[in-house]
């Protein structure tokens, strides 16, 4: 069964640290872009960030620049996104994404939560 | 960066309906447009990829038109289950892969 799998939302201060993983399963994870997703609360979807399958290439949506790092383990059929000096707009749901064709997105993990605050 | 517009925001209709939904992007994305079907609680689910072509196990009655900078969804007969809200997407540049706003279809 092609899923992917979101860990490691949760509450955290103004300033602080998260770092979230997406377990990939089902399907050879070490050939395909992933991207990162978030979506506050009652907003629409956001593009975060993007990473390509063989490591080599790494985009990232203005407003996290330089705070957050996409990286993958192809070994672990993991990807993380690390995300420092959060901030309030940083609460969101955060969504890992499997590249598909021409850049659609064609499987999305359940999401996890991000709130931060003090 | 390329914006992408929805329209309408938000959408009433009632089973049986024919709907559809408009996307306008801020120049021409050729045809990299992609549509997303978002139920509450729920990740976005693939609906239409390329403008026109229908994602594996979605039905027919979803349909994707448009090239360039104009691009439609229609849903021909509308069920239950397909009230939703729905984002278009363009995946013309890398990056960012813009959304457009959502579009609320209720009963």
């Known amino acids: 069964q092609v899923q992917l799998v979101e860990s490691g939302g949760g509450v955290v201060q103004p300033g602080r640290s998260l770092r979230l993983s997406c377990a990939a399963s089902g399907f050879t994870f070490s050939s395909y872009a992933m991207h990162w997703v978030r979506q506050a609360p009652g907003k629409g979807l956001e593009w975060v960030a993007f990473?390509?399958?063989?490591?080599?290439?790494?985009f990232y949506t203005d407003s996290v620049k330089g705070r957050f790092t996409t990286s993958r383990d192809n070994s672990k059929n993991t990807l993380y996104l690390q995300m420092n000096s959060l901030r309030a707009e940083d609460t969101a749901v955060y969504y890992c994404a499997k590249e598909w064709g021409d850049m659609a997105f064609d499987i999305w993990g359940q999401g996890t939560m991000v709130t931060v605050s003090s | 960066d390329i914006q992408m517009t929805q329209s309408p925001s938000s959408l009433s209709a009632s089973v049986g309906d024919r709907v559809t939904i408009t996307c306008r992007a801020s120049q021409s994305i050729s045809r990299y447009l992609n549509w997303y079907q978002q139920k509450p609680g729920k990740a976005p689910k693939l609906l239409i990829y390329?403008?026109?072509n229908l994602q594996s196990g979605v039905p027919y009655r979803f349909s994707g038109s448009g090239a360039g900078t104009d691009f439609t969804l229609t849903i021909s007969i509308l069920q239950p289950e397909d009230f939703a809200t729905y984002y278009c997407q363009q995946s013309y540049s890398n990056p960012p892969h813009t959304f457009g706003q959502g579009t609320k279809l209720e009963i």
């Open positions: 390329g403008a026109s």
């Open positions: 990473m390509s399958y063989d490591l080599t290439t790494k």
